[in-house]
């Protein structure tokens, strides 16, 4: 289906949204462990320095496979291959909720990798397939808005539920939203042959293009000190501020309200 084929037949909104939904649970799972680093470390007999590293395989593993996905998917259907990151997403969280021990959780969190970049590199570019060219900003306010939900409010409701009932059930509680949304997903979304195929050559001309380096360092600098800093904010209030898991989960529950009802506000 093109997009001019789309604009003809009508827009899928049904895949923008099922899309929307798959974004917001990319990003709970990715931001997960921030709000449960603590009592993650604790079950896994790890240190919370090692368990944070949890975020930054997944990050490491997104970057890889957002740059090769075009390249190694081919000429693949791209319905079957989000179909095939989704199902990926759904593997990663059972193995996370079960992991015996950190290798276990790693090698969970690099699937969830492969399935953030994957999804991302291909997520706009499907979208613009889904609907007809004057309805592309509204589908794109849809998925990135599952996007924000997700990231204002994962990690509080991560940090609140896991104090009730623990942190393997936080992760079990997100299998059976994927699933269903995997089978949405599979309803939806049309088939959508690949309109042209990648190559490892074009990769490597657009990585060798300064302005691209440049802004792949400053992405990379931004986004790491980001990630850097709220990862480890749990264990800093813990350890060095002295305040309790209950007074953890207000501040990230003050945190997530300003960000998404007054973004650039900052809480006091």
Not at 107 to 128: D, E, Q, S, Y
Not at 201 to 223: D, E, I, M, N, T
């Amino acid at each position: 289906m093109t997009l001019k084929d789309t604009s003809t037949q009508g827009a899928a909104w049904g895949a923008v949204l099922a899309m929307s939904l798959c974004v917001a649970m990319l990003i709970a799972s990715e931001f997960m462990p921030v709000s449960l680093l603590t009592p993650m470390a604790e079950g896994l007999g790890a240190t919370t320095g090692q368990t944070g590293q949890a975020i930054s395989i997944s990050g490491l593993f997104a970057v890889i496979a957002s740059l090769l996905i075009t390249t190694v998917a081919g000429t693949l259907n791209r319905k079957g291959v989000l179909l095939g990151i989704t199902a990926l997403m759904l593997v990663s969280l059972v193995l996370v909720a079960l992991a015996p021990n950190f290798t276990v959780l790693i090698i969970g969190r690099a699937l969830l990798g492969l399935c953030i970049g994957g999804f991302w590199a291909l997520a706009t570019a499907v979208i613009m397939r889904l609907v007809p060219a004057d309805d592309v900003p509204r589908a794109l306010a849809l998925m990135y808005g599952g996007q924000a939900i997700a990231a204002a409010f994962a990690a509080p409701l991560g940090s609140y539920l896991g104090g009730l009932f623990g942190w393997r059930e936080v992760f079990w509680a997100l299998v059976p939203i994927v699933a269903l949304n995997l089978m949405w997903l599979a309803a939806a979304l049309p088939s959508l042959p690949a309109e042209k195929r990648g190559d490892f050559g074009s990769l490597l001309a657009v990585l060798r293009r300064p302005y691209f380096a440049r802004g792949l360092l400053s992405a990379v600098l931004s986004w790491g000190s980001a990630f850097m800093m709220f990862t480890y904010l749990r264990p800093f209030l813990e350890q060095v501020t002295q305040v309790d898991v209950t007074t953890c989960r207000s501040c990230c529950w003050c945190w997530a309200a300003r960000a998404f009802w007054a973004p650039g506000a900052r809480p006091g």
